[in-house]
């Protein structure tokens, strides 16, 4: 065995002397990547789904070609939900989504998109990158031969549209509104009643009262569905979503089949995509909300202090009891806390403080 | 000539041809560029220099050795304020600094790393990647034969280190501060002297009282500065520098001799590098915070909302007359304060509204 190997490397080491021998500047032999690449988004959905699309783009780009990667919607391949499966067992060699999407693979994975009340964009990215978020992210998928990495954040999320205004945390009571996931459950624990519906079906259930209530995106997204024409309160901010990761997935032995510069290609393209889907968030919400503003004229609230420490009490309970199914939830859990903490006072120095000056110069209708 | 012309070409061909004979997977001849970076930077300083350093070898993973970027530190090879200079005459390949820094060559290039009460770090990265703010970027540099990219970016700073508690815009009256740029030309407005001195001699100025007060950064490098031991206010936030954009700068010349899939990761590794090193930032912000107030016991305090009125007024003034310099300078402005405009509301309903639900959880001294 040691023989032959031995004879493979020598093998290897003869045919580069050759290449270099025949050719300056170098000649090196490269292997063409095709994969597939499922998402968990509908077909044309802005940032989301135009983002996975422009990520497989620069990676061909910055490839010369090298990786090429067909992406295929929600659906058109696999469901939408079966994209950590198909990534998993290798059907697909990549797939886009939201980790909060698999809470049902490993509760641990919950941490890594959206938390009530927990981190907005900029506090994630740097526990992903900067605070060891993204190795414990690698840690709850490396089960699933899963490999993680950010792709986006919608920054803070809005609060959602209502039918009535919303004073007190009583109001929530059997109130009916769709809210997936761990905001969902805080919800519910108010009283409240969580309609889970997919995406086509929420507007007409709004407009003729089969739900009190919906949250969505942001205003770029909920402009394009209409929900103004539904409900005539539109609520901030997004406590149950305040900077929801996207993400990108790899399947771990189609990732580690690549050459390194590869790999820190996917890597960069990941990131790069990651930062730009917020801008693109940032920039394009500015401009829905404007629209909704003047043109729709749409009643924008914020939602109440007391509602506010309420909602986080409730929310402290469900990320308790979601940290206790398992010991992978509870130390990714206590991770994301103890840096939540880490940056929590300079968050208030620093981004908050200067939002407080800047903010008067914007007059809110509502 | 075009016989010559069409001859090379099809010499190429022939070769590309014979190549791919030769050897299957494909065979592609590569060109290595070995590149010269010069920066502004110090030796070694956290996220500026050592993100510059991360940059170029990022760069050379990614292109598996194509790229070699030999990397020097202000001084190191040619003066850190040549940076620009070096760049643009072909000296060295590429660089790293801050736009502020070339306000003498071109004033227009001061909307593209600091403005007084101007965009945070969110709102720059989405205007120069979602609102048009890098293509006029690369045209206020394009005279000078030099491709700007966003490199990094310090988020919301520190207001600066005090020998005094400043309860009203008359206490900037006389008083002697190191601040550089338009921040320093609105505390001039103030009636401030404005000292502009090297890094190493800032500390002893303030200690001995020759100056009143400095700004530096943030936390993490003010901590490194020992500031707290000449001066004990620690004032907040910096609204002179609500998110500075730290660039690379590449020469025209030396970018587009480059293939196409080299350009894409040089443009991908600026934007991971520029998302990395905020990240960068508001991790080791918030640490290095932490233990100034718990070890060092800084008197952590806010500026007065009166005083962030007036200079907010007096900046306005500074930015009209930096407008007014040259037409380039003014187009910039205006786009600037557009797209300010349109992110404006948006900013207070999601990230200020956000942070002041999470705000009054952590505990200020001072």
């Known amino acids: 065995m040691k023989r032959r190997e ?6 290897v080491g003869a045919a580069a002397v050759a290449a270099s021998a025949i050719a300056a500047p170098s000649v090196i032999a490269q292997k063409t990547y095709n994969w597939k690449m499922v998402t968990t988004w509908p077909p044309n959905l802005p940032v989301l789904q135009t983002g996975t699309e422009r990520f497989a783009q620069r990676v061909k780009d910055a490839t010369g070609g090298r990786i090429n990667i067909q992406v295929y919607a929600g659906g058109e391949l696999v469901p939408p939900l079966s994209t950590f499966d198909a990534v998993s067992d290798g059907t697909v060699e990549c797939g886009s ?36 978020g993204l ?13 993680p990495r950010p792709q986006g954040n919608t920054g803070v999320q809005m609060g959602g549209w209502f039918r009535k205004e919303m004073n007190t945390i009583g109001d929530f009571n059997g ?18 009643t969580v309609v889970l519906l ?29 929900f103004y024409k539904a409900a005539p309160y539109y609520y901030y901010p997004g406590w149950h979503e305040p900077g929801t990761t996207l993400e990108v997935i790899f399947n771990k032995k189609a990732y580690e089949s690549l050459p390194k510069d590869l790999q820190v290609i996917l890597d960069a393209v990941a990131m790069e995509t990651n930062l730009w889907s917020l801008s693109e968030f940032e920039s394009g919400n500015g401009a829905a909300l404007q629209e909704l503003i003047t043109k ?71």
Chains 1, 2 share one sequence.
């Open 135 to 147: 190795k414990l992210w690698e840690e709850v998928y490396a089960p699933f031969n899963v490999v």
């Open 175 to 192: 109130l009916k509104m769709r809210i997936p996931g761990l905001g969902g459950k805080v919800i519910a624990g108010a009283g409240g």
């Open 198 to 226: 997919a995406g086509g079906e929420i507007f007409t259930s709004l407009e003729r009262g089969v739900l009190d209530a919906t949250e969505w995106v942001g205003p770029m997204h909920d402009l394009r569905m209409g």
């Open 6 to 11: 031995f004879i493979k490397k020598a093998g």
């Open 296 to 366: 729709h004229k749409v009643n924008l609230k914020q939602f109440p202090a007391d509602m506010m420490d309420e909602l986080r009490k409730l929310a402290k309970e469900v990320l308790e009891e979601e940290a206790n199914k398992d010991p992978l939830a509870r130390k990714v859990h206590d991770a994301f806390k103890k840096f939540k903490a880490q940056v929590g006072v300079w968050g208030t120095v620093s981004e908050n403080a200067y939002y407080n000056v800047i903010a008067d110069k914007f007059s809110l209708k509502g």
């Open 97 to 132: 989504g939201a980790a909060y999407y698999w809470a049902g693979k490993t509760p641990a994975c919950q941490w890594f998109s959206a938390v009530p009340f927990g981190l907005n964009a900029q506090g994630n990215n740097a526990w992903f990158y900067s605070g060891g």
